[in-house]
């Protein structure tokens, strides 16, 4: 997607050769136009699926995957991180480490919003070592139901997520690809949509 290349060429700082920042229109200043651009291109490559509902994972994944559920005319649902386990049956859960941030959460999901008879989008901002979206793949196991894709805003291709979800089975199409980082040095290679 050039336009989310051209944001991230232009705002985008390489922190390292491995952490991109982008604070200034996704993690914390959140570009709106941007995101709702996001959710059109997401949905007309997914709008014949047969998708029910869109996932994500809190925070950052919810604004693209709000405009994404809203461009599909399907319901979202944000896959919570709880600190500890929640020993009731009505939630699912899985421990989900984070390479980069060095944290671990209980990604948590109540099980009234979902069945089996649902098909899942799960959308998220970064693709890094593939933790979160495997977890959030690993609750939808647990509800019964399908994944349908897995829509990335910004992959990292040097590191292992799209492997790692692929050899899984999951289709995952990512908006922009970043192939090397370095200080001051940002490339892609060709995106997916
Ligand atoms: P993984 O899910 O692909 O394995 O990623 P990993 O555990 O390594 O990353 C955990 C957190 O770090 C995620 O955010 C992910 O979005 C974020 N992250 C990974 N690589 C980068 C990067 O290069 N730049 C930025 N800005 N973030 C990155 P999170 O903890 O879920 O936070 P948030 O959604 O609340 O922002």
């Not at 098909?119 to 793949?137: K, P, Q, Y």
């Amino acid at each position: 997607m050039k336009l989310l290349e051209d944001k991230i060429s232009a705002e985008g700082k390489a922190l390292s050769e491995t952490v991109l920042k982008v604070d200034s229109f996704i993690n914390h200043l959140v570009d709106p136009v941007l995101m709702q651009e996001i959710g059109k291109t997401f949905a007309a490559y997914y709008k014949y699926k047969g998708v029910t509902k869109v996932f994500t994972i809190e925070s950052s994944g919810i604004a693209p995957a709000v405009y994404t559920a809203a461009a599909l005319g399907v319901p979202m649902v944000i896959l919570k991180k709880q600190t500890s386990k929640i020993l009731s049956g009505n939630v699912y859960q899985t421990n989900i480490t984070s390479f980069t941030k060095g944290t671990s959460y209980e990604l948590t999901l109540n099980s009234q919003y979902i069945c089996p008879e649902d098909r899942i989008l799960i959308i998220d901002d970064f693709l890094a070592n593939g933790e979160a979206a495997t977890g959030a793949s690993t609750l939808v196991k647990k509800g019964g139901a399908e994944i349908v894709g897995i829509g990335i805003l910004i992959e990292k291709v040097f590191q292992r997520g799209r492997k790692r979800l692929e050899d899984q089975g999951y289709e995952v199409r990512s908006l922009a690809r970043v192939s090397k980082l370095a200080k001051g040095i940002i490339q892609f290679t060709e995106a997916d949509l």
